[in-house]
């Protein structure tokens, strides 16, 4: 019976809710709604034959590795493996990146960051670090590939980073854990007086193509947030935000929320580096150590709403806005007030050493759009303009960074964290597009089960309204990415003959195998459609060797051909490398397993592809 009643009730419920979906029909909309979508498919349409205007490179989060998306399309064009190994590209299993790869075999990638000249991408290199296992990476985009990797000592986790100041002199490491300095042993009951957060300064050798410790700062055990380098008049120094300045050790859900007010950390890196230059520093595990509260004059902090994540400086550099996570507002702050209240020595007190700037003698106005919730971070375009992503309230606010004034909203699907604009954290903004990058997809695609993609949906900025024209599902996760013009790219087209780079060999009949001991060493060449390992041999296709010898291949493709790839797997070896062309790899293992094992060309190359194989002969041990 009561279910009965239910059921009438239902089908009113269902009736009304039809009436009212009609009531609101209107077929006019529905014509001009199509009408939208076709000017929006447009939009990002990138006929065949025709190249996307933009790269975006994005974050891959915990998946290590760093997408490549093109836009306006939105399709994933590339992956370069950075902190995880991929068997597609040989990453992790060749020489080179094994060792760059060291012990780890998984990271967190959060902020890629491009290279700057004059504050604005020079399209030379892409920089980015590992929350997992305080690393540091550095891509060369002439090839898209890792150069180096360095673990960074005496941190934990460079979660802010990383980000690069306007002539790339230096790329930063703040962190989201404070650890014990030099990283010993300290109960956690000393948290206050034994754990630091410690900020690393990294160069970049361009020469060498290697990157370096320039020297790090002890400052206090409170978690480092999203930061930003200084541009224009404030382009000696950088600011980033704190959290748990509660200095709570557990619980931090409730524990780290306390405090009506954080701070943003402001620091002068020309002073630190000044600092360190006069010996003003203290040497732990060979770093230089530069502690705030014994060498003063190059950092403060700024007050501002609690528990803040994001601050982002503005493209003509004379301000940096904090988002407040939990409060829901972003406050604007004035670098020119800053500077004013240094020079005077206008502090509102000390905390751990390092001065307080007063809160209201350098904040400028904090800018609180209605019902909007969660700020996280915030870009800029070219016109005065700031986009700031709303993680609760699933939404990009525009507003005016001048005047406070909020001139647009635009919902997202769902829980954006960052957003990145066209060329926008250089001095000047493209203000084409905005990508927000959503946490969660939920109902947007095609589902897969109970956890589904992320997703990035594609802004278009130049109308009156911002409008979303594109949508694309994305592994996790996008953290962040930076948006560049095409056109400042000039990548390799095949990797130049060199006949002096070390172990490689350019013709068939330099191809050879030699023996030292219990070395066999490979001098091979790849082609379209054979492996040559030596030219001497009866079957110059096979490798021979000892159980128990150390085997190295090198392993040149010959190929000097746009897109000629080949790669180089021995069947159940668990080995695998891509030569690309004009390229050497070499890949080192020890035949511990004697036996007979095939081994192929695993990157399709050529119509005889399935026939580029040999064999890996492993003659048992007496
Ligand atoms: Cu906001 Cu790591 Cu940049 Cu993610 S962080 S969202
Ligand atoms: Cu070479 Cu397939």
């Given at each position: 019976?009561?279910?009965?009643?239910?059921?009438?009730?239902?089908?009113?419920?269902?009736?009304?809710?039809?009436?009212?979906?009609?009531?609101?029909?209107?077929?006019?909309?529905?014509?001009?709604?199509?009408?939208?979508?076709?000017?929006?498919?447009?939009?990002?349409?990138?006929?065949?034959?025709?190249?996307?205007?933009?790269?975006?490179?994005?974050?891959?989060?915990?998946?290590?590795?760093?997408?490549?998306?093109?836009?306006?399309?939105?399709?994933?064009?590339?992956?370069?493996?950075?902190?995880?190994?991929?068997?597609?590209?040989?990453?992790?299993?060749?020489?080179?990146?094994?060792?760059?790869?060291?012990?780890?075999?998984?990271?967190?990638?959060?902020?890629?960051?491009?290279?700057?000249?004059e504050g604005d991408y020079d399209g030379k290199y892409l920089f980015a670090t590992d929350v997992a296992n305080n690393r540091a990476a550095v891509m060369d985009l002439k090839t898209f590939s890792v150069s180096d990797i360095l673990e960074v000592p005496n941190i934990g986790g460079p979660h802010c980073a990383a980000f690069v100041t306007p002539n790339t002199e230096y790329l930063f490491l703040p962190t989201r854990f404070a650890v014990p300095l030099g990283r010993e042993y300290a109960s956690l009951d000393e948290f206050s007086t034994k754990y630091k957060g410690v900020m690393s300064a990294v160069t970049f050798n361009e020469e060498k193509k290697k990157l370096e410790i320039a020297y790090q700062v002890a400052l206090p055990p409170w978690s480092y947030d999203l930061s930003d380098a200084g541009k224009k008049i404030s382009k000696d120094w950088a600011v980033m935000t704190t959290y748990n300045t509660e200095e709570s050790t557990t619980e931090m859900e409730i524990n780290a929320s306390q405090a009506d007010r954080d701070y943003i950390v402001l620091f002068n890196w020309r002073e630190l580096e000044k600092m360190v230059a006069d010996g003003q520093f203290d040497e732990l595990n060979g770093?230089?150590?530069?502690?705030?509260?014994?060498?003063?004059?190059?950092?403060?902090?700024?007050?501002?709403?609690?528990?803040?994540?994001?601050?982002?400086?503005?493209?003509?550099?004379?301000?940096?806005?904090?988002?407040?996570?939990?409060?829901?507002?972003?406050?604007?702050?004035?670098?020119?007030?800053?500077?004013?209240?240094?020079?005077?020595?206008?502090?509102?007190?000390?905390?751990?050493?390092?001065?307080?700037?007063?809160?209201?003698?350098?904040?400028?106005?904090?800018?609180?759009?209605?019902?909007?919730?969660?700020?996280?971070?915030?870009?800029?375009?070219?016109?005065?303009?700031?986009?700031?992503?709303?993680?609760?309230?699933?939404?990009?606010?525009?507003?005016?960074?001048?005047?406070?004034?909020?001139?647009?909203?635009?919902?997202?699907?769902?829980?954006?964290?960052?957003?990145?604009?066209?060329?926008?954290?250089?001095?000047?903004p493209d203000g084409k597009y905005i990508i927000a990058l959503n946490k969660i997809a939920k109902d947007t695609?095609?589902?897969?089960?109970?956890?589904?993609?992320?997703?990035?949906?594609?802004?278009?900025?130049?109308?009156?309204?911002?409008?979303?024209?594109?949508?694309?599902?994305?592994?996790?996760?996008?953290?962040?990415?930076?948006?560049?013009?095409?056109?400042?790219?000039?990548?390799?087209?095949?990797?130049?003959?060199?006949?002096k780079r070390p172990n490689s060999v350019w013709t068939q009949k330099d191809a050879r195998i030699t023996r030292n001991g219990n070395t066999v060493e490979v001098h091979g060449v790849a082609l379209r459609s054979k492996f040559i390992f030596d030219s001497n041999a009866k079957r110059k296709d096979v490798i021979s060797v000892k159980e128990g010898d150390k085997v190295v291949i090198h392993l040149t493709n010959i190929d000097l051909d746009q897109d000629i790839t080949h790669g180089f797997g021995i069947n159940s070896y668990n080995l695998n490398m891509e030569v690309q062309p004009g390229q050497t790899q070499t890949i080192e293992f020890i035949a511990d397993k004697a036996g007979t094992y095939p081994l192929y060309c695993t990157n399709f190359c050529s119509a005889l592809h399935q026939e580029m194989n040999g064999y890996l002969l492993v003659e048992p041990k007496a």
């Open positions: 019976m009561k279910k009965w009643i239910a059921g009438i009730l239902g089908l009113a419920a269902g009736a009304l809710v039809s009436i009212l979906i009609f009531a609101d029909f209107n077929p006019k909309e529905e014509v001009a709604d199509q009408a939208n979508v076709a000017t929006n498919a447009q939009k990002v349409y990138v006929p065949f034959g025709q190249k996307d205007e933009y790269y975006l490179f994005a974050s891959g989060g915990h998946s290590g590795q760093m997408f490549i998306y093109g836009v306006p399309s939105m399709r994933h064009i590339r992956t370069i493996p950075v902190f995880s190994p991929d068997s597609a590209t040989g990453w992790g299993y060749d020489k080179h990146s094994k060792a760059l790869m060291g012990k780890y075999s998984w990271g967190d990638l959060h902020h890629p960051a491009l290279s700057e000249t770093i230089k150590m530069v502690d705030p509260e014994k060498h003063k004059g190059a950092i403060y902090l700024v007050p501002t709403a609690k528990s803040p994540h994001g601050v982002d400086v503005t493209p003509d550099g004379t301000r940096f806005v904090a988002s407040g996570k939990l409060a829901p507002a972003m406050t604007v702050f004035s670098f020119e007030k800053a500077f004013k209240a240094i020079n005077e020595k206008k502090f509102a007190g000390e905390r751990n050493g390092i001065p307080v700037l007063d809160y209201k003698s350098v904040m400028e106005r904090e800018v609180n759009p209605e019902n909007a919730l969660g700020p996280l971070h915030s870009q800029f375009d070219d016109k005065g303009f700031a986009y700031t992503t709303m993680f609760i309230s699933s939404e990009i606010v525009k507003w005016n960074v001048a005047t406070g004034e909020t001139v647009d909203r635009v919902p997202v699907q769902y829980s954006p964290g960052h957003a990145a604009s066209a060329e926008g954290d250089t001095v000047s695609y095609l589902p897969v089960g109970p956890s589904h993609p992320e997703s990035m949906q594609l802004i278009d900025l130049t109308g009156k309204k911002m409008e979303i024209i594109q949508s694309a599902p994305v592994d996790p996760e996008p953290h962040y990415a930076q948006m560049i013009k095409a056109d400042k790219l000039s990548p390799l087209v095949v990797y130049p003959k060199d006949e």
